[in-house]
């Protein structure tokens, strides 16, 4: 089973402080660059995997979306995410991605945000989600980048000169990745670039964008804590289709 991190009551409180929690979609650094990718959404079947808050489900429906699935493993985020929807087109479940099981044929677009690294069994995930995508349907996700994860260590060393360096030496080594984000032993799944695009493939996606996230000198203008996104890439944003 996917781990249940989000309902830890500490883990949870420091994630609805984050900005991302509290501003939703408009919160979030990367939310343009999805956005920028994102189909005309009128009429559109969507399930968003990880939906957490339900912010991307709600934005889906005003967008004109017929249908809107959120699904979430978090009985807290779950929660809150039906608390604060109205919109009869949405309705959310939850599901553990790691035995997700989806209708056939029955989205037109497939959606998770940072959601897909916590995943050990991510070959599988991408063939329920195959089968459930329509002809020409697509599938949208973001994930923290693989250079992001790769350390063993995960902060800033000390270089000879003392200046401070980030370990990326363990990039080649894929496996989980135990943090102290927010809680102590969250557990991630390091895949690297390779290995992601390749599982994509073999599941038969067709790859149509991928971008390594970095801020623009506009965004460092009015956010300069972003400058370190200039050293390396924090978000992976992959656009794929049937």
Not at 91 to 101: H, M, S, T, V
Request: with cysteine; charged share 25%; hydrophobic share 40%.
């Amino acid at each position: 089973m996917t781990q249940n991190i989000y309902d830890d009551p500490g883990f949870f409180e420091g994630y609805s402080r984050l900005q991302r929690s509290i501003n939703g979609l408009a919160g979030a650094a990367e939310w343009p660059a999805i956005r920028a990718l994102m189909p005309d959404m009128k009429g559109l079947d969507v399930v968003d995997l990880g939906c957490g808050f339900g912010w991307f489900c709600r934005w889906t429906a005003e967008q004109g979306a017929a249908s809107v699935l959120g699904l979430d493993v978090s009985e807290k985020m779950l929660e809150r995410a039906r608390t604060e929807t109205a919109d009869a087109r949405v309705r959310y479940d939850r599901a553990d991605l790691e035995r997700l099981e989806l209708p056939k044929a029955s989205f037109d677009l497939v959606y998770s945000s940072l959601a897909f690294h916590y995943i050990e069994d991510f070959a599988g995930l991408l063939a329920t989600i195959r089968q459930a995508l329509k002809p020409d349907g697509r599938l949208i996700f973001s994930i923290e980048h693989p250079i992001y994860m790769a350390p063993r260590r995960p902060e800033w060393l000390d270089d000879a000169e003392g200046g401070k360096i980030w370990p990326l030496n363990a990039y080649q080594i894929e496996g989980p990745r135990v943090t102290n984000w927010l809680a102590e032993g969250v557990i991630k799944q390091h895949r690297t670039m390779g290995t992601t695009l390749n599982h994509l493939i073999k599941s038969g996606f067709i790859i149509a964008h991928v971008e390594e996230w970095s801020p623009s000198d506009d965004d460092l203008a009015a956010h300069p804590d972003w400058a370190i996104e200039r050293e390396r890439p924090m978000f992976l944003l992959i656009s794929t289709r049937t």
